[in-house]
């Protein structure tokens, strides 16, 4: 069978690999049918040090498909039912697991796609556990989506930064898979929000998904405008992923009390802060990673009720280069996705 396998920095090659066993007891085999690409693709591909692997490794950190086979035992699924899968190797049973909270398992395996083979390849075999069903009316495309491009979101806004209807909220990078996202989520609920894009085109397209201000950070000082908007109140949350580049500028944006919540750092991973503005301004920082089980099936039902993705570009197996150059540009306007 055809996998998308990584034999170095930025040697990524389709080849074949023999086809996994039957599924064992309690196991399911899925057959992938899309493959939703995030920085952490970029960031594999780019080889990064912290990422302790053996190559060859199948890459794909999010994605979904049917089931093809049920193991001895499995009672949520049989052949032909849609899915998606969690795309961590947890442990299932320390007290984090138990409690629903499989993004802090204390005995992780790793992320699949980035330390361990992931899900790009045709056929994977899967405990019955870490797959979730996908409800109708929602593509595979669309539910290659919910790990992580709506999973991610789900878990910060509502389990971390506890967002409320008709609070304000500033949504970095808003032409991102999660930016969008996120962009989405917030307006459902009745909140002002404020993004951050890098071109007027971006900007009216975040418009049209519900932003109701939009700052171009390559023209201007984002922390300024969010500033000018709120009167100089500041904005309830902030929902930073950039990094470096934008930490103390998104601090500033923040109302006193108010909660910023993070889950990446795309522009550097090091900066400085100015402690005595946390404690006075009382600000409550949250980090944020992946997110739990619960967050998927909670962002498919969302799916299913018409709050789709926003996807930006669809390409053949045979085209993958196409969807990481264009992520990895930035080019995008929400999610890129690779077909099988």
């Known amino acids: 069978m055809r996998s998308l396998q990584l034999f170095g920095d930025r040697d990524l090659r389709i080849t074949e690999i023999d086809a996994p ?17 995030n920085f952490l ?22 994605a979904s498909g049917e089931i093809a086979a049920v193991g001895e035992g ?42 361990i083979d992931g899900f790009a390849r045709e056929l994977i075999n899967r405990p019955e556990r870490l797959v979730i069903p996908v409800p109708k009316g929602v593509s595979f495309e669309q539910a290659a989506c919910a790990p992580i ?5 789900q878990h910060m806004l509502f389990d971390n930064a506890k967002l409320e209807p008709g609070e304000s909220i500033l949504v970095h990078a808003g032409g991102s898979g999660i930016g969008t996202a996120a962009i989405k989520m917030a307006k459902a609920i009745g909140c ?5 894009v890098g ?34 109140k500041g904005v309830d949350v902030v929902f930073e992923h950039v990094g470096a580049e934008t930490w103390n500028g998104s601090l500033l944006c923040l109302k006193r009390g108010g909660r910023l919540v993070t889950c990446g ?30 967050n998927i099936s ?18 053949p197996l045979d085209e993958f280069q196409k969807g990481l150059e264009r992520l990895e540009g930035r080019k995008v306007f929400g999610k890129v996705l690779v077909t099988f």
Request: one cysteine or more.
């Open 21 to 37: 066993p039957p599924p064992a007891a309690g196991e399911v085999q899925v057959r992938v049918r899309a493959l939703a690409l």
């Open 41 to 62: 693709d970029v960031w594999g591909f780019r080889g990064m040090a912290f990422a302790k692997r053996k190559m060859p490794q199948a890459v794909g950190v999010e």
């Open 74 to 115: 499995v009672t949520r699924f049989k052949a032909g039912d849609p899915v998606t899968m969690y795309g961590a190797e947890t442990c299932g049973h320390c007290s984090a697991c138990r409690k629903g909270w499989d993004n802090l398992c204390e005995n992780v395996a790793g992320i699949m796609g980035f330390h």
């Open 149 to 153: 491009g709506f999973g991610t979101v």
């Open 192 to 196: 002002t929000v404020y993004t951050t």
């Open 199 to 232: 071109d007027d085109e971006k900007g009216e397209k975040a418009k049209a998904l519900g932003a109701d201000y939009v700052v171009n950070y390559r023209t201007e000082r984002f922390e300024g405008e969010v500033r000018r908007l709120t009167k100089r």
């Open 265 to 294: 750092s795309t522009s550097g991973v090091s900066t400085t802060m100015n402690l005595m503005q946390l404690f006075q301004q009382q600000y409550r920082i949250f980090g944020s990673f992946g997110c739990r089980i619960e």
């Open 298 to 315: 909670q962002s498919l039902d969302k799916m299913a009720q018409g709050m789709t993705p926003v996807i930006d570009a669809v390409f």
